[in-house]
């Protein structure tokens, strides 16, 4: 479960590195900034979260968002 900005982005670099993906390389794919990649996976609380997603779906993930005490289907 995502709780923080941290905990995105600890997902996302666990899931670029399953893919063999430097941080400028995964940048270079997504078309954002190699800083944008640095500070999303250091979860920088003020990341653009637009551009989170976007890179989120390179790596073929998708965040849903669920009400409280409730369970993902």
Known sequence: MI???KDLGIL????????KL???????ICGVGNRFIVDLEA????IQFDKALYVAGNLGLAICVIKKGEEAL
């Open 3 to 5: 709780k923080t900005a």
């Open 12 to 19: 996302i670099k666990q899931h670029r590195k399953k893919m």
């Open 43 to 46: 979860g920088k609380p003020t």
């Open 22 to 28: 430097s941080q400028a390389d995964f940048a270079g």
